[in-house]
């Protein structure tokens, strides 16, 4: 064989073997971005809590480069406008139209029913970054359906233990008449009445309504120990001014989930002072993770975060735990979610694990206003685990 033909039969080898190597090396280079719909509501008494969330979970996706197991993140968004009668339409426009990978949202409880029910009949994976609907993580319970923040029952549950310890017996309950509120308040008097206080009076409005003064009155005229409450965004910034202007701050304590004073505290100035919620994150934690967190966020967006920035960076934690043990790759659903399941999040409000029906487990703190944060005061309720009723999985 000359040399000449020995070298030519050399490349066109050399060429049939690279040539399916080179092929793949360009398939893995251009793996297409990992789509995430933002499912959270832009406008309404919630939209800074949407806001929040989203900015979250876009410096966890910053810190990481831009990529989560490998894969670069796109974001496709829509303003759910806390209204569930558009949940399942804004959903199936997310899955059907925009073809995400996955869902994130939402905050608000009826929507996120709503968005759990089209994820458990599609398999589409669901993060829930705030909404604390207690079916999410109860009976709709699926192996692809996850939450950051917590179950409504939680903060109500871990404050009515707090408030019966205080002595107080009888307390008169207010909030917004739907999902998160109706949970709270049934959380808030399954520990208080256990310990032997007594919820004497149920007032509630529509949500999202701000007419408080009929029941302000109410309040006044029952004269209970004390007010728990449910109420976040815009209308827990206009309750607390409300509960205040009535006079009723002076007379009749106020306590609630800490959503009243979380993100609000701006707008709510003075007539916020000495308010004590409940809540699984706080302004004063003073660990270095929280530090860390805290700078970065001030530094990214000239802004201090609350809770629903932290619950938006831990649905990215959560979702970075599942893609990196696939390598990005969404197919395998089962090893996706066991990775998420088994999960720790290394989260600026503690570390936490998830429950078996996939809500965190989770330290509750006692807070109490002071000089516009919500300081840490005691630890209300250690690890508490939702009950997670009629899950099945
Ligand atoms: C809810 O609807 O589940 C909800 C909304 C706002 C909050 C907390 C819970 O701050």
């Known amino acids: 064989m000359n040399l000449l033909r020995t070298t030519l039969i050399a490349s066109a080898i050399a060429a049939t073997f690279s040539a399916p190597l080179a092929l793949a090396q360009t398939t893995s280079a251009a793996a297409p971005k990992l789509k995430v719909g933002l499912m959270l509501p832009y406008t309404g008494t919630f939209a800074a809590l949407g806001n929040a969330i989203e900015n979250g979970f876009r410096l966890h996706v910053a810190e990481q480069g831009g990529k989560l197991g490998g894969r670069e993140i796109e974001f496709v968004k829509v303003d759910d406008e806390s209204d569930p009668s558009k949940a399942t339409d804004n959903v199936n426009k997310l899955i059907k139209r925009d073809n995400v990978d996955v869902l994130v949202g939402t905050v608000h409880s009826g929507v996120a029913m709503g968005m759990a029910k089209v994820a458990k009949d599609t398999g589409t994976l669901l993060i829930v970054p705030n909404a604390g609907a207690d079916i999410v993580t109860g009976a709709m319970c699926a192996p692809n359906i996850f939450r950051s923040s917590f179950s409504n029952w939680q903060p109500g549950y871990a404050m009515g233990e707090v408030m019966a310890k205080k002595g107080l017996k009888k307390v008169v309950t207010i909030t917004w008449k739907y999902a998160a509120g109706d949970e709270s308040v049934k959380g808030f008097k399954e520990s208080f009445e256990k310990s032997g206080g007594k919820v004497v009076?149920?007032?509630?409005?529509?949500?999202?309504?701000?007419?408080?003064?009929?029941?302000?009155?109410?309040?006044?005229?029952?004269?209970?120990?004390?007010?728990?409450?449910?109420?976040?965004?815009?209308?827990?910034?206009?309750?607390?001014?409300?509960?205040?202007?009535?006079?009723?701050?002076?007379?009749?304590?106020?306590?609630?989930?800490?959503?009243?004073?979380?993100?609000?505290?701006?707008?709510?100035?003075?007539?916020?002072?000495?308010?004590?919620?409940?809540?699984?994150?706080?302004?004063?934690?003073?660990?270095?993770?929280?530090?860390?967190?805290?700078?970065?966020?001030?530094?990214?967006?000239?802004?201090?975060?609350?809770?629903?920035?932290?619950?938006?960076?831990?649905?990215?934690?959560?979702?970075?735990?599942?893609?990196?043990?696939?390598?990005?790759?969404?197919?395998?659903?089962?090893?996706?979610?066991?990775?998420?399941?088994?999960?720790?999040?290394?989260?600026?409000?503690?570390?936490?694990?998830?429950?078996?029906?996939?809500?965190?487990?989770?330290?509750?703190?006692?807070?109490?206003?002071?000089?516009?944060?919500?300081?840490?005061?005691?630890?209300?309720?250690?690890?508490?685990?939702d009950p997670a009723r009629g899950c099945k999985s």
């Open 201 to 385: 009076k149920e007032l509630s409005l529509p949500f999202p309504g701000v007419e408080f003064q009929a029941l302000l009155t109410e309040i006044a005229a029952t004269k209970p120990d004390a007010v728990f409450t449910f109420f976040a965004g815009g209308g827990a910034v206009k309750f607390v001014k409300d509960y205040a202007a009535a006079g009723l701050k002076k007379t009749i304590p106020l306590y609630g989930s800490g959503f009243l004073t979380d993100g609000t505290l701006e707008a709510q100035g003075a007539d916020a002072d000495g308010l004590m919620t409940a809540l699984h994150y706080a302004d004063s934690l003073n660990t270095p993770r929280d530090n860390a967190f805290r700078l970065a966020y001030a530094k990214a967006y000239k802004l201090q975060p609350d809770v629903y920035a932290v619950q938006g960076y831990d649905a990215a934690q959560m979702l970075a735990a599942g893609l990196s043990a696939v390598k990005g790759d969404m197919s395998k659903k089962a090893e996706l979610s066991a990775a998420i399941e088994n999960a720790k999040i290394n989260s600026p409000r503690g570390p936490f694990t998830l429950s078996k029906a996939h809500n965190p487990v989770q330290d509750i703190y006692l807070r109490q206003v002071s000089g516009k944060e919500n300081k840490v005061i005691g630890i209300a309720s250690k690890g508490l685990v």
